[in-house]
């Protein structure tokens, strides 16, 4: 299901039914605050059972909780067990405020973030001018780049409108009546410090560090990834910081133009171009690697030696890669019956080995045991099935003392 990005919600007031008084209002967004806070924490989503729960409410408040927060784009449910995620505009609309951030100049480290305008879970601020900030937060696959746009654009729209960042104290009561939001565990006194961005966000804060949001310059998200099972992490830059990313990218975009002697749309196709050729070049690597896997089974054929009715082989083959001896040990394979077979490979200083035995000496002879005598030899170990097994080592020069004692192994076992 995607994302919804409607714009944010007018932050004046709490919104309530026809009737409902001050402190239904609080209530219900208290509950709110609750079940984001739920969300904010789980890895992977929730179910309504599981919202329900952990945010200690009824089931039937929950569902009309959260019919409300997905139609407002905080909240949106996906997948076949219909779970509940924190929705990218709950993250569009906090980032505005984390953003602020960038201006730091004595804070450092870890802070908690949570609530209807901060679902992410936690931000860094690094260093003695903070210009980089990180998002972790509960979504079940990667941020796609059409909504990374959408977010930028929401953010960078307020950071035009140059909101003023202003600042009262009040009542703790009637902040909350007013929509500020406040940080899940900390606790507040009789009066609180209300910071206000325009219609983009109310909160209860100690102070951010612009005067207007215009300050904070640009926005924008530099990577996406992966943390944990459920949980994505964005990162993004703002002012000073922002500029400088960007400059870079413009002196890496010149070096690739210069590279290639072209620019713009003819560079995308350049590059296109040079991925199609390598992957045909690729393709015709593994065709003559196959052929001279082939080629090889038919020589190495004639150095098998009979032992006990079987023929053993125990064989280097020069610049073979795993799939090249692969299809080699399934050559010999059909050609020798019985057989016991090892083929060996140094590559970069790694040894890698594969074994091979045919059906008619499994009962006596293992694959994964053959290849792992031999790996040990080359300061390695490995193993498979009876029939077929692989190993690696970090010895090379002992490659050829290790397939000399093949022989011998194999006529103890038939």
């Not at 984390?98 to 870890?110: K, Q």
């Not at 977010?151 to 929509?179: C, H, P, Q, T």
């Not at 059906?359 to 005598?373: M, S």
Request: glycine share 10%; net charge positive.
């Amino acid at each position: 299901m995607p994302h919804r990005l409607a714009p944010p919600p007018r932050r004046g007031r709490t919104p309530s039914k026809p009737g409902g008084t001050a402190t239904a209002q609080v209530q219900s967004l208290t509950r709110g605050l609750s079940i984001l806070e739920a969300l904010a924490r789980a890895e992977g989503g929730l179910t309504l059972t599981d919202v329900s729960q952990r945010a200690d409410l009824p089931p039937s408040t929950t569902h009309r909780l959260l019919a409300t927060l997905d139609r407002m784009g905080y909240v949106y449910q996906a997948g076949e067990l219909g779970r509940w995620y924190v929705g990218l505009q709950a993250f569009a609309v906090g980032s505005t405020f984390l953003a602020s951030r960038d201006f730091v100049t004595e804070d450092r480290g870890e802070l908690t973030v949570k609530g209807i305008d901060r679902p992410v879970r936690a931000f860094a601020v690094t260093g003695a001018r903070a210009q980089r900030t990180r998002f972790d937060f509960s979504h079940p696959q990667p941020v796609r780049p059409e909504e990374m746009r959408k977010v930028e654009a929401l953010v960078n729209d307020a950071i035009r409108r140059n909101y003023e960042v202003s600042a009262r104290i009040m009542k703790f009561d009637d902040a909350l009546k007013a929509g500020a939001l406040a940080f899940f565990g900390d606790k507040y006194g009789e009066e609180v410090r209300v910071v206000g961005m325009g219609e983009v966000s109310t909160e209860l804060c100690g102070g951010t560090h612009v005067r207007r949001t215009g300050d904070i310059g640009f926005f924008k998200i530099v990577s996406e990834s992966s943390v944990a099972a459920g949980v994505r992490r964005l990162e993004a830059v703002t002012g000073e910081g922002a500029l400088a990313w960007v400059q870079q990218m413009e002196e890496e975009r010149r070096f690739v133009e210069g590279f290639y002697q072209v620019s713009g749309d003819a560079l995308k196709d350049k590059l296109r171009s040079e991925r199609e050729e390598r992957k045909a070049l690729e393709k015709e690597l593994a065709r003559l690697k196959s052929k001279l896997a082939a080629s090889q089974g038919v020589d190495l054929a004639g150095q098998a030696v009979h032992v006990k009715g079987a023929r053993v082989l125990a064989a280097a083959l020069e610049g073979a890669d795993a799939k090249t001896l692969r299809e080699t040990m399934d050559s010999l394979k059909e050609r020798l019956k019985p057989a016991a077979i090892v083929l060996g490979a140094v590559s970069e200083g790694k040894v890698t080995l594969i074994a091979g035995v045919t059906p008619e000496l499994t009962a006596k002879v293992k694959a994964g045991e053959l290849v792992n005598f031999v790996a040990q030899q080359v300061g390695g170990k490995g193993g498979g099935r009876p029939d077929m097994a692989q190993a690696g080592g970090n010895e090379p020069a002992k490659l050829p003392a290790a397939l000399e004692s093949v022989k011998a192994w194999v006529e103890q076992r038939i």
